[in-house]
């Protein structure tokens, strides 16, 4: 057996692990990372990029079918599109290669060994991991667990054949005829809302009394009404039973009664769980809380030595979450002073429309204890969204009623996703209403209603 | 019957490995749930190993003085019914989960403020997960380049005073507080109250002294007895053979004299020489003298042993006190130099004071403290004459040992050190 020692080693190379390795590797410590798949983890590979890439496609492809069908505001017309989705597959493979390769380049550019193999925890300090060419056997002075999720599989309707989970979707060779969405959150919806813009029959099972629930009802309607639009149905208060593979539909019961949808495939996204298991971790039996690695404010776990960030430590899991962390994690390991202080961790809902929020959400804040005024403003009354035919959602603003200091932003609507920055920037700067009410955004653009919406809470709001 | 693989847990403070330091079973012995199995110690702690099943002791994975691995298997339990391999409940039940943390340091506040609130330096942070919405809001106002600047400062925000918007932290309000803190203080006039409690956590050696001694006072009724011996002849005696003595031998303290006379007197009084295990109530009357002594290392008290005094000289119980003694000043003393003892001897040299009141050596019986030798005047019956004077002040486990017996064992001793010829006597 080979073995290496190490200052630091990182398991997993999703956007936690990469980012901690790579800004170790700068500092200069002796790094080396594990991953037994491909580099950028689920983000990367299975997640956020091809998901969006595969979004992307849908939507314009949708453009143009609209536009084919005559009911278009904008005076075009074209004949019958069509998509080849094997076609739209392989593009975005290309762009996750792409990626991939980038990834492996920057960490060799800092200096990062990489091990290409499941690891396995030995003990507190050693790893062993299974490569192509044996097993290596890696000591660390310190380790990053960063192992990240994987979906939930539902007992009674296990991945396999038309039971789908979001990995599969988004490598299917041709669009489904019909698709049944298990599970009314995020990862559902959005891919739900992109194989209903692809052509498919799309059907979401949700559980629970509404989608995204996790988002308050104001932020949700633009959704709901537009899966309407798109001829999605939305069955809530809904548990999904059994697939019947030769009628080919999936049966559910809907407030004790029993349903039959049509679904050539299951998509199930009922939510991720922590890889927890399968890596040795029960060799060094680490404190949890809940599913997950518990760890402290500087990411440590309950054994000297051992880190764990990312998806394996928590909600929320977003990849830019793990990403800071692994930051964080690297100078702690290289002796700088660091802690999580983090205001917000912006997370966006890339269904259509998007949504976005930074910080608290008026419950929250009210839960909280804390006095507060709302502004929100609504795209209708925003130039720029009437003029791409965006004009649903809004952007809602909320501070503190003493000293309007900015606590959260949400917003719902198209291409929000972008005004994420400005919103966590508001937050970590300590801006107040009047700083962001003060600041001239550009004309014509959607941003105005994020100025807008302070200037609503300050109670003088221009253009409505 | 099935199978029960105790491993070794993570005594908590991120450990690899630890030190077996004492089996409480063998193979073969039944145990009941929680019974303590095993000590291990870290280089910070000692913690107990219970049980978390009943059974029978079936194998031992290590030997007293082992290092085990973390997770490595330590025992293995038959049990009734179907067993199982993994004990993840062992962690949990650890008597003595050790929680060291690095010690705060309270002090009292910088200027800004209220000097009479003592202030804890390091921030109650919130987990890294970013949505612990209270603890959010107990954040100070700062912008993530101005908490960077004062995190690296090693400054608490709280204590800033903001004069931006909504009294948030500017990078001059940072400047300032900076600049004020590094300046010294002025120099106080007259006498000044301290408000500063220093934080110091027991761990290490000093957990083990304190743990052993709470086990000596709660667990032993002690007896102490105090005595006076005229140490003139035996300083005599001393003062020749260190005069006389050959290069390769070492210079005599009492200590070896007092060991030779405990020996001697052990031959007589075989009760003092023992272990008590008091939980099946066995006292192990040892042949063998095993004398501790209680040494002062800068690190604390350790209790380097003696092995085999009924079969050393004079010269060669000095030697091997000596070589003992800077075993364990210098930390380099083994498991077994540091245990087994039978007996123990405790002095204090020059700070022996007149009368000490020993703790005994848990699980011994007796201990003989040597208090300080001084020259006294002593009625002989017409006159006062100088007398090299030194009190013995011994403790013994009366629940063993009466205070008649413990009489009786004193005086003997003091007779031996009083006519030091008798200890050289063949017995």
Known sequence: ?464 | MGEFVIKMPDVGEGVAEAELVEWHVKPGDPVREDMVLAAVMTDKATVEIPSPVTGTVLWLGAEVGDTVAVKAPLVRIEIAGEGETAAPAVDNKLAAKAEEQPAVKVEAPAPVAKPTQPVKVEAKAPIANGHATGERLEKALASPAVRLRAKESGVDLRQVAGTGPAGRITHDDLDQFIARGAQPAPAPAGLQRKTAVDEIKVTGLRRRIAEKMSLSTSRIPHITYVEEVDMTALEDLRTTMNRDRKPDQPKLTILPYLMRALVRTIADQPAVNAIFDDGPGIIHRHHAVHIGIATQTPAGLTVPVVRHAEARGIWDCATELNRLAEAARTGTATRDELTGSTITISSLGALGGIVTTPVINHPEVAIVGVNKLAIRPVWDGTQFVPRKIMNLSSSFDHRVIDGWDAAVFVQRLKTLLETPALIFVEA
């Not at chain 1, 804390?370 to 959602?393: C, H, S, V, Y």
């Open chain 1, 1 to 464: 057996m080979k073995e290496i020692s190490c200052k630091l080693l990182v398991i997993g190379a999703g956007p936690g692990g990469y980012i901690a390795a790579i800004r170790a590797g700068q500092l200069g410590i002796d790094t080396v990372i594990v991953e037994k798949a491909k580099a950028g983890g689920t983000c990367l590979n299975v997640g956020c990029i091809p998901s969006k890439a595969l979004i992307h496609a849908a939507e314009e492809f949708h453009k143009l079918r609209a536009a084919a069908s005559g009911r278009n505001p904008l005076g075009l017309s074209l004949a019958n599109p069509s998509i080849d989705l094997a076609h739209t597959v392989a593009w975005k493979d290309g762009i996750v290669g792409r990626l991939n390769g980038g990834v492996t380049g920057l960490l060799k550019k800092a200096g990062v060994k990489a091990v290409i193999g499941a690891a396995r925890f030995v003990d507190g300090k050693t790893v062993d991991v299974e490569t192509e060419i044996g097993l290596q056997r890696i000591r660390a002075e310190a380790i990053v667990i960063a192992t990240g999720s994987a979906p939930v599989e539902l007992p009674d309707l296990p991945f396999g054949g038309p039971i789908i989970s979001s990995t599969e979707a988004l490598s299917l060779k041709s669009v489904p005829k019909s698709l049944a969405v298990i599970g009314g959150g995020y990862i559902g919806l959005e891919l739900g809302t992109a194989f209903a813009k692809l052509g498919s029959h799309v059907t979401i099972v949700e559980a629970l009394t509404r989608i995204l629930p996790q988002y308050d009802a104001d932020l949700t309607k633009p959704i709901g009404k537009r899966l309407g639009e798109l001829g999605i149905e939305v069955f809530t208060q809904t548990v999904a039973k059994s697939y019947s593979a030769e009628t080919g539909s999936l049966h559910a019961e809907h407030n004790g009664r029993a349903i039959d949808v049509a679904a050539e495939k299951v998509l199930v996204t009922v939510g991720r769980k922590p890889v927890t298991e399968g890596f040795g971790l029960e060799e060094i039996d680490l404190d949890r809380t809940g599913r997950f690695i518990r760890i402290d404010d500087q990411c440590r776990t309950s054994m000297r030595g051992i880190y764990a960030i990312g998806d394996v430590t928590g909600e929320p899991m977003l990849a830019h979450r793990a990403m800071a962390q692994g930051e964080m994690v690297a100078e702690i390991v290289a002796g700088h002073k660091r802690s999580w202080d983090k205001r917000c961790i912006p997370a966006v809902c890339f269904t259509d429309p998007e949504i976005v929020t930074s910080g608290l959400s008026p419950d929250e804040a009210r839960a909280s204890g804390i006095e507060i005024k709302i502004g929100q403003f609504p795209f209708q009354a925003n130039g720029r969204a009437m003029t791409t035919l965006a004009e649903d959602g809004f952007v809602r603003i909320v501070a503190r009623a003493d000293n309007h200091l900015v606590l959260g932003i949400q917003a719902v609507g198209h291409g929000v996703s972008e005004l994420s920055a400005s919103f966590s920037l508001a937050i970590e700067m300590g801006a107040r209403l009047e700083d962001i009410a003060g600041t001239i955004h550009a004309h014509p653009t959607q941003s105005e209603a994020f100025q807008e919406s302070a200037l609503k809470a300050l109670g003088h709001a221009l253009h409505i």
